[in-house]
């Protein structure tokens, strides 16, 4: 299980995302298990046949690809344009990516269903930021639209927190240090590389929401939350035990 924390010391979603070594670091994992739980959410919400779909945080596009094999239309965005630019590589008919902030306004009442995967969220530096993400979210969809919502469990978190670990990935060293406060959690990461003259080092930092502060923030932009699961096996949300929290919330019609 990979949780997403991400923050650099200077741009840092810029920096960080575009970086190799964050590549290298997180996408670098068990594909399999990324394709069982998309399987599994596609036989739970039973979309039609050439469903609408946005992949919002895509990435390299791995999980759209997987939706477009399926049949879907697909549109995947991200702010890495690194990683936008191997997404393409992928498009299709039914397939297609953009380089594109959360935070901004992309294409109003357009899609049936949304996807924020892998706590590709929490990242911004203040609430409002957030709220315009989730804003985005909101308009994308058409009425009655779906955004599922695939977050870290806070409370599992601290519970089972590793505050240092090294790993080695095709000869470059990573050291990580993880933490948190009331407001945050932060993973320093360190890369020594041969390659590189010193050192690198990014501070990675994601924020505590809780389902109370998702319940909030969701229904605030008009999407309510009807189901809550605690894994990618999608049994039943425990506040203390469960790894994660996926949230089902729908466009609700005024």
Request: proline share 2%; hydrophobic share 40%.
């Amino acid at each position: 299980m990979m949780y997403f924390w991400i923050m650099s010391v200077t741009t840092w979603f810029r920096d960080w995302f575009n970086s190799p070594y964050y590549h290298q670091l997180y996408f670098k994992r068990d594909e399999t298990e990324a394709a069982a739980f998309i399987n599994k959410l596609i036989d739970h919400l039973t979309p039609g046949k050439h469903a609408e779909m946005l992949d919002v945080a895509c990435g390299r596009g791995r999980h759209s690809v997987q939706l477009a094999g399926k049949g879907f239309i697909v549109t995947g965005i991200d702010l890495s344009e690194d990683s936008i630019r191997e997404a393409k590589e992928f498009e299709s008919d039914n397939l297609e990516f953009f380089v594109h902030d959360m935070r901004l306004p992309f294409r109003v009442n357009y899609f049936n269903y949304a996807f924020n995967f892998f706590t590709s969220f929490g990242y911004f530096k203040t609430r409002r930021e957030h709220d315009n993400a989730i804003r985005t979210i909101a308009q994308s969809l058409k009425p009655n639209g779906v955004f599922v919502l695939d977050y870290l469990n806070v409370h599992y978190a601290e519970d089972h927190l590793v505050h240092k670990s090294e790993k080695q990935i095709d000869e470059v060293n990573y050291y990580i240090t993880k933490w948190f406060d009331e407001t945050h959690f932060y993973k320093k990461i360190v890369v020594e590389d041969e390659n590189l003259e010193e050192p690198l080092e990014y501070t990675e930092k994601v924020a505590k929401f809780s389902l109370g502060d998702f319940t909030e923030m969701l229904a605030y932009q008009g999407l309510q939350i009807q189901e809550v699961f605690g894994n990618y096996l999608f049994n039943d949300y425990d506040v203390k035990k469960s790894p994660r929290m996926i949230m089902i919330a729908r466009k609700v019609v005024k």
